[in-house]
C-alpha cells in the first residue's frame, strides 16, 4: 500500500470555530503544518455554551492515485485549562455537499493525535476516487463546556488527511447468474475473489478492418465447486450457465468497465500448485456482436440516417435502449425492402461501412456506433497524451497493409464508381479496394467515398502499428491512461528512430492481467490521425423528384395516376397532364437529400408546355411558394432559374435548407398544361 498526505490550502465551507491564535490571517493556515507548531498557532473554542462549532478546510488537488483503500483524517487536539470534563471534538469531512463526523472524543490537558477512518465515501457507499478526493473538506467540530471552572478551550493544532491507495489494480468481476442477457437491470454476483486472470480483445487490427466481436477469457478458482453446473450445493446453482453476462471492472483511483460480454463455454481445468493439482474453471466471453450474428432480421426499414437505421436493427433484436451511444450519422440508408433471414450483424455492419464508421461494444456493454466525423470533433481532435519509448514498445511498420490505388465501390441501384492513382500504380503495382452493396442513397456519395479512401490509401508510409504498454513501471501515470482510454482515443506517439512524432487513434485494444504475478499488459493497435484529414473537391449534384407532395388535377400521359416517375426519368413521352381543360391544376414535388456540405447556388428547371396558359413555376421552402415565373404562357420547352441566395432568407442555402427544398409549378387557365420533367442542380462543396 502507499499513502499521500493532505494538509489545509485554504478556508473550506465552514469557519464557525470563534477563536485562533495568533488573530491575524485565516484559521486553516493554524492547522496547517507538517511539524505540529503545539501552541504556537492553533484555533480554539471558548464559548461556553455546551454547543459544538465547526471548521472545515479546502485541500489541495490530489493527483492521481490507484485505487483508494481509505482516508484517514488526524487532528492533534488538546484542552487549556484544568478540571475539564465535557471538553471536547469531532473529526469532520464534507463530500458531496453533506457533513459527515467521526466519534465525539474527550480531551486532556495534553496534546494527542485522535483520528477517524473512512473506508467508503459515506455519501456515495462506494469506494473512494480521485473526484472525491479533489472535492474533499477536512475539519474539527469544538465543544466546550457550560460548567465550571469557566476558563476553558478546546484547542486543535493540526489537522491532515492520509489517503491509503493501492498501486496495484483492483478487480472487480461480476456475473449475472440469475438473469437474462440483456435483462434491463441485471442481478449481479461478484466473483472478485475468485479470479486468478483476465484476458480480452477487441477492436480491430487497423483502420480497414471491421469490428468482430470482443472476446475474454477469465480464470477463476474453482477450490468450493461454484462453477460446476450440476453442483446442486454451489452459491450460483442452478443458474451457472452459458449466456450469461459478465462485466468486468478494475478500480484504480476510479472504477473502470474494462470488458462486458457473455459466457460463450465454460471448461474445467486443473492448474499445478506445488506438485497438487487446484481445480479452476476456465471461463470464456463473447460481446453482443456474436449474438448479432445469430439474430436473423425478417422485417423491413425505411429510408433513415444510418444511425437511426441501427438504432432500429437494435430494436428489432432486442437490445436495451438505455445502452446505446449511437451517432445520428452523415449518410442516409435506402429502404431496405422486406429482409429475409439476414444476420443483424451484417446488416449493421454493412451500414456502419456505407457510412465509413464503426460499431463495437464498449467497456461497459453499450452498442456504439461512431459515424463517419465522429473523430473529427472534441474530443478527438486533440492528443490525450504522448507515448514514446520510455514506458512503450512501439512496432514501427512500412508494408502494403494499407495501400490501395484502385478504389472502386458500388452502392445497391447505383453504378460503380472508381478512382485510381495511376503514379501508384506504376511505382507498386496494381492493388484494388473493392466493395459493393452499401445502403447509401446516391452515386454521389458513394463518388466522395472513392476519393476519398484514394486520398488516404493511394500510397504506403511509414507508420505506428501498436503500443504495448506495461503500465506498473509508472503507475500513478500510465494506469489511468490504460484505463481511461478507448477506441478514438487520440494519442501523441514519438518513436526518435523511425522520425515518427504524430497523432494515432486507437483501433484495437488487446489486456492480460494475472493476478499471481501482478503483471499488467495492455496493447493498442493504432492508426494515422492525419490521414483523416480530407477536403473535398466542389461537386455538382442533380436532384430529380423523389416523391409528389400533392398533386391537384393532374393525371399522367395515358390518363392514369400521376407519380413522381413520370417527372424525374427525363423522357418526353412521359408526363403529367392537366386531367381537365377547364380546372386549375398543381404539383409540388420533393427531392432526396444531398450530402452535407457548403452550397454556392441551386438551380432549378421546369420542362412544361403552356403556351396558352397561366403557369407559375417556382419553389416552396416551409410552405410558402416562391415563382421565378409568374402567371405567364409559356410554349413547350426547359425553364431555369439560378438561386445564388435563399429566396426565403435572402442568405446563402444551408444543406438543411436545400433539403426542405420543393418544386411547384401551378396553372390557373383553362388551357392545357403538361409536365414533362423538373428537377434541381445544387453546387456545393461537400463537408468530411
Known amino acids: 500500500m502507499a499513502t499521500i498526505i493532505l494538509r489545509p490550502n485554504a478556508a473550506g465551507d465552514e469557519t464557525n470555530i470563534t ?91 495534553s496534546y494527542a493525535n485522535y483520528s477517524k477512518t473512512w473506508a467508503l465515501n459515506p455519501k456515495t457507499g462506494i469506494a473512494w476516487v480521485e473526484s472525491d478526493i479533489d472535492a474533499l473538506q477536512i475539519g474539527i467540530s469544538l465543544r466546550n463546556a457550560v460548567e465550571p471552572p469557566s476558563a476553558l478551550s478546546s484547542l486543535c493544532t493540526q489537522i491532515w488527511v492520509v489517503i491509503t491507495y493501492s498501486e496495484t489494480p483492483v478487480m472487480i468481476t461480476r456475473i449475472a447468474f440469475e438473469t437474462d442477457p440483456f435483462a434491463d437491470t441485471p442481478i449481479w454476483d461478484d466473483v472478485s475473489d475468485d479470479v486468478i486472470s483476465f484476458s480480452f480483445a477487441r477492436g480491430r487490427q487497423h483502420e480497414l478492418d471491421r469490428f468482430e466481436a470482443g472476446v475474454a477469457t477469465l480464470l477463476l478458482k474453482n477450490d468450493n465447486g461454484d462453477y460446476w453446473p450440476l453442483n446442486t450445493v454451489g452459491e450460483y446453482y442452478p443458474n451457472v450457465d452459458i449466456g450469461k453476462k459478465v462485466n468486468i471492472r478494475v478500480r484504480y483511483n476510479e472504477v473502470y468497465d474494462r470488458y462486458t460480454g457473455f459466457i460463450e463455454s465454460m471448461t474445467p481445468i486443473w492448474l499445478s500448485d506445488r506438485g497438487g493439482l487446484v481445480p479452476v474453471m476456465q471461463i470464456n466471453c463473447a460481446d453482443a456482436v456474436t449474438i448479432f450474428s445469430r439474430t436473423r432480421l425478417n422485417t423491413s426499414y425505411g429510408q433513415q440516417l444510418s444511425g437511426a437505421r441501427i438504432g432500429a436493427v437494435l430494436n428489432t433484436v432486442g437490445f436495451p435502449s438505455a445502452d446505446r451511444q449511437l451517432d445520428d450519422g452523415q449518410f442516409t440508408m435506402i429502404a431496405s425492402g422486406t429482409l429475409e433471414n439476414v444476420l443483424a450483424q451484417e446488416h449493421i455492419f454493412k451500414v456502419a461501412e456505407s457510412e465509413l464508421g464503426l460499431f463495437y461494444i464498449a467497456p461497459d456493454g453499450d452498442a456504439v456506433f461512431e459515424d463517419k466525423s465522429h473523430r473529427t470533433v472534441s474530443p478527438h481532435d486533440v492528443s490525450q497524451a504522448t507515448f514514446n519509448d520510455s514506458f512503450a514498445d512501439i512496432i514501427l511498420s512500412l508494408d502494403d497493409t494499407l495501400l490501395f490505388n484502385e478504389i472502386r465501390l458500388t452502392r445497391q441501384g447505383g453504378a460503380e464508381q472508381v478512382a485510381t492513382d495511376s503514379t501508384s500504380k506504376e511505382k507498386y503495382g496494381w492493388r484494388s479496394l473493392v466493395r459493393s452493396g452499401l445502403y447509401v442513397i446516391s452515386d454521389l456519395i458513394t463518388k466522395l467515398c472513392v476519393y476519398y479512401l484514394l486520398a488516404r490509401y493511394g500510397s504506403p508510409a511509414m507508420r505506428a502499428e501498436s503500443i504495448t504498454i506495461e503500465p506498473q513501471s509508472n503507475p500513478n501515470v500510465l494506469f489511468p491512461q490504460v484505463l481511461g482510454f478507448g477506441i478514438s482515443t487520440r494519442i501523441t506517439v514519438q518513436k526518435a528512430e523511425g522520425s515518427i512524432d504524430a497523432d494515432y487513434f486507437i483501433e484495437g485494444i488487446d489486456e492480460d492481467y494475472d493476478l499471481r504475478d501482478g503483471r499488467w499488459t495492455t496493447r493498442w493497435q493504432i492508426s494515422d490521425a492525419d490521414r483523416y484529414l480530407y477536403e473535398p473537391e466542389a461537386q455538382v449534384e442533380t436532384l430529380r423528384p423523389d416523391s409528389i407532395v400533392t398533386k391537384l388535377n393532374m393525371h399522367d400521359q395515358a390518363g392514369g395516376a400521376l407519380t413522381y416517375d413520370e417527372l424525374a426519368d427525363g423522357l418526353d413521352a412521359t408526363y403529367g397532364k392537366k386531367e381537365t381543360s377547364t380546372s386549375a391544376c398543381s404539383v409540388i414535388c420533393s427531392l432526396p437529400n444531398i450530402v452535407k456540405g457548403t452550397v454556392e447556388k441551386v438551380t432549378v428547371y421546369w420542362r412544361v408546355s403552356g403556351a396558352n396558359g397561366y403557369m407559375s413555376l417556382g419553389v416552396r421552402l416551409n410552405s410558402v411558394n416562391y415563382f421565378a415565373y409568374d402567371t405567364v404562357s409559356l410554349p413547350l420547352g426547359t425553364y431555369s432559374h439560378e438561386y445564388l ?44
Open 19 to 109: 477563536e485562533q491564535y495568533p488573530v491575524s490571517d485565516s484559521h486553516y493556515d493554524k492547522v496547517d503544518e507538517v511539524i505540529a507548531d503545539e501552541d504556537a498557532t492553533f484555533v480554539y473554542e471558548s464559548t461556553g455554551d455546551d454547543n459544538y462549532y465547526r471548521d472545515l478546510y479546502n485541500l489541495p488537488i490530489c493527483g492521481p492515485v490507484g485505487a483508494i483503500e481509505n482516508i484517514t483524517v488526524y487532528a492533534r487536539c488538546r484542552t487549556y485549562g484544568a478540571g475539564a470534563t465535557r471538553v471536547s471534538m469531532k473529526i469532520s469531512i464534507q463530500t458531496g455537499g453533506t457533513v459527515y463526523e467521526g466519534a465525539e472524543e474527550t480531551l486532556t490537558s
Open 645 to 688: 441566395l435563399n429566396p426565403a432568407t435572402g442568405l446563402a442555402w444551408t444543406w438543411e435548407e436545400v433539403d426542405e427544398l420543393q418544386l411547384i409549378v401551378i396553372d390557373v387557365s383553362t388551357y392545357d398544361v403538361y409536365i414533362y420533367d423538373v428537377w434541381a442542380i445544387v453546387n456545393f462543396t461537400p463537408s468530411w
